[in-house]
């Protein structure tokens, strides 16, 4: 059905919006570079949970077409 691509993009989406999120901080901690650095650290994961759920739901919808 629709809803489960519909799912995968809202998982996509949200996960590019926590990788946005913590970028964001990272600017809000220029003085303490600890922080900055777990911030962007933190950045780099939801960036690559982004990325491995988009290429896993591309592979898993091409798999599932139908046949001609």
């Not at 964001?24 to 777990?38: D, F, M, N, V």
């Amino acid at each position: 059905g629709i809803l489960v691509p519909f799912e995968m993009q809202c998982t996509v989406r949200f996960f590019q919006k926590r990788a946005t999120d913590w970028r964001s901080w990272s600017e809000l901690t220029r003085e303490r570079p600890g922080h900055k650095a777990y911030a962007l650290r933190q950045a780099a994961m939801w960036d690559g949970l982004a990325s491995h759920a988009q290429s896993t739901f591309k592979r898993v919808m091409l798999s599932n077409q139908p046949q001609m």
